[in-house]
């Protein structure tokens, strides 16, 4: 069982920053691809960005240029840095992990509220 929890949210003024951290509990963080995913009030949830155990890396389109997903083996943590924030990134924001072997090995975090408003 992997647990991961999600912190560094809140409001943020449009064009400002924010970092968001996802911290797993499982020593074996390496072996697991890690997503970050947001979904909107009425909206579904979508995928913002992925980190490969490799650290090869993929955004949706909307966030290119301005996040950043990274990750740190050592500390079992992934990291959504977050720049030129616009009122549309509004949404709550999800980390999510699946064994790159078996990725029905597949856990979600509860979730981080991010607010872009002036």
């Known amino acids: 069982q992997v647990q991961l929890v999600e912190s560094g949210g809140g409001l943020v003024q449009p064009g400002g920053s924010l970092r968001l951290s996802c911290a797993a509990s499982k020593s074996i963080f390496s072996a697991y691809v890690m997503g970050w995913y947001r979904q909107a009030p009425g909206k579904q949830r979508d995928l913002v960005a992925q980190?490969?155990?490799?650290?090869?890396?993929n955004y949706a389109d909307l966030v290119k240029g301005r996040f950043t997903i990274s990750r740190d083996n050592a500390k079992n943590t992934v990291y959504l840095q977050m720049n030129s924030l616009k009122p549309e990134d509004t949404a709550v924001y999800y980390c999510r992990a699946h064994h790159s072997i078996q990725p029905s090995l597949l856990y979600w975090g509860q979730g981080a509220q991010v607010t872009v408003s002036s």
């Open positions: 980190i490969t155990t490799g650290g090869r890396t």
